[in-house]
């Protein structure tokens, strides 16, 4: 199965004699990262398929902070299109899409939200930690051939001791501990089945980095 593009602000100031500690961060910079999905679908009937899916996300970070302040991250997945067929099989729709983003180190974080997204069909998205990653949860469907992009991921954070560093990253190592999943609804022989899907970006690159001071 081979697959086309699919899955990613902070000044605060002290003034007048408010304590200045820990209340400074350098402007957020924006880059967006490729990235390169290892995917294996397991259909009933036949064996499993793997194909690989290109992706990408935007990350939105300051360069460094001081310890103790309150920063943002923000990921942006780039567009995404639902291939209509994999080696000779149709893609129906995807739907129950799960993107994984590992918890960050070196700071504590106070909350997170979605925002934005497209074509994600009329499933109300939502976000969560589920231990040491934070999941993005997407229920579609998302018809096949159809072009989407996820919500933006949004991450309030209070940065750690000083020298420390915050990194942003996707979860992910293998297709038994996934980075990316999602259901897909293929016609195989006589049935149409609802086929699950794993991913782990390789490589994973770091999205963004944050300097504590």
Do not use: H, W
Request: include cysteine.
């Amino acid at each position: 199965m081979r697959s086309v593009s699919v899955l990613p602000r902070v000044i605060v100031a002290a003034t007048g004699c408010l304590a200045l500690v820990g209340l400074t961060a350098s402007p957020g910079v924006a880059a967006e990262t490729p990235l390169t999905f290892d995917c294996q679908a397991k259909p009933p009937l036949v064996s499993p398929q793997t194909f690989t899916l290109d992706a990408g996300a935007e990350a939105t970070a300051p360069d460094s902070v001081a310890s103790g302040s309150a920063f943002d991250v923000a990921l942006a997945p780039a567009p995404l299109t639902v291939p209509g067929s994999v080696n000779g099989y149709t893609v129906k729709s995807i739907k129950d899409i799960k993107l994984r983003a590992k918890l960050p180190t070196d700071a504590t974080l106070t909350g997170q939200n979605l925002t934005g997204g497209s074509g994600i069909g009329s499933g109300t998205p939502s976000v969560a930690v589920s231990g040491s990653e934070i999941v993005m949860t997407v229920p579609g469907p998302i018809n096949g051939g159809s072009t989407f992009t996820l919500p933006t991921l949004n991450l309030d954070l209070v940065a750690g001791a000083s020298g420390g560093t915050v990194s942003t990253q996707l979860a992910g190592t293998s297709y038994n501990s996934p980075g990316l999943t999602f259901t897909a609804r293929v016609p195989i022989l006589f049935i149409t089945a609802d086929v699950p899907t794993s991913c782990f970006s390789s490589p994973n690159p770091v999205l963004s980095s944050t300097t504590i001071t």
